[in-house]
């Protein structure tokens, strides 16, 4: 027990004098995140909600299923955070008797992504630098 207990103060002395906060050691996770990193998009199917809608004028539900690897509940729940911060439309219609789900980025989406990309991109560059 007590070489436990002295390994652990070595472990916390040794991590004081590189700088890194008993904070970092106790949840790693909060310092992978930025304060300023939007989490909405971060998480990997709404990310790929976004980026797809970037780079289509507009995708079907089916579609963006079909891309994304995903289930519909799945893909309704974030598409559904998405609209909710007005990052993306949805538009409901009918092709014959088929129910159609379409969804837009819209400026707000788009603005959203653009900063989020900056910002990995600067985090991207301060790692390889530093």
Same mark, same amino acid.
């Given at each position: 027990m007590a070489k436990s207990s002295t390994a652990h103060q070595e472990r916390l002395?040794?991590?004081?004098?590189?700088?890194?906060? +008993?904070? !970092?050691?106790?949840?790693? @996770?909060? &310092?992978? @995140?930025? =304060?300023?990193l939007d989490r909405l998009i971060h998480e990997r199917i709404r990310l790929?909600?976004?980026? !797809?809608? =970037?780079v289509n004028r507009s995708l079907t539900f089916n579609e963006l299923k079909a891309l994304l690897k995903t289930t519909d509940g799945n893909l309704s729940v974030h598409a559904r955070k998405l609209e909710e911060a007005d990052y993306i439309v949805c538009t409901k219609s009918f092709d #014959?008797? +088929?129910?159609?789900? &379409?969804?837009?980025?819209? !400026?707000a989406g788009r603005r959203a992504l653009?900063?989020?990309?900056?910002?990995?991109? !600067? +985090?991207?560059? @301060?790692?390889? &630098? #530093?």
């Open positions: 002395q040794r991590s004081r004098e590189r700088g890194t906060s +008993l904070e !970092a050691i106790r949840n790693p @996770a909060r &310092e992978t @995140a930025p =304060a300023d790929g909600i976004v980026s !797809a809608l =970037a #014959g008797r +088929l129910p159609k789900t &379409e969804y837009r980025l819209t !400026a653009e900063h989020y990309l900056n910002h990995m991109e !600067a +985090l991207i560059r @301060a790692t390889r &630098e #530093g």
